[in-house]
């Protein structure tokens, strides 16, 4: 298969996917932003608003609607840079990681049995691997 028809098929099952995960998630109001903000800061600690905008190619105005709802919802905190007070750090709650975790529990659950009843050992060792090859992929 052509590296063009293997990205189509890819995109087209990778929407497929996170449509029906999105689905299956408990109803929390968070929206996907938010949902990405917290995810962002619980895999890579405290980050600036900027560097989450990078990591999410978003412009950092684009987030500050995001933050403010996160904050007064005791999700994340922000802390002054003792060394340049113009710079913020913006870190996760216990509250903020006890919900990113309890959101996408739903989903994950949904899929591990999904992919329990549905593929064989070998189909199931397929997809790690394809997982890992993904990883691999939008890492570089």
Known sequence: MEAYETAVALRRASTRLALR??????????GSTGVAVLG????????TASEIAKAERVQP???TRVLTSLEEQDLINRRQ????RRRQTIELTGTGRALLKEHVKSSDDWLAEAIAERLNPTEQAVLQLATNILDQLLDG
């Open 61 to 63: 105005q684009s987030l």
């Open 40 to 47: 962002q800061l619980h895999r890579h600690g405290s980050l």
């Open 21 to 30: 995960l999105r689905a299956e998630r408990t109803g929390d109001g968070l």
């Open 81 to 84: 840079d003792p060394h340049d």
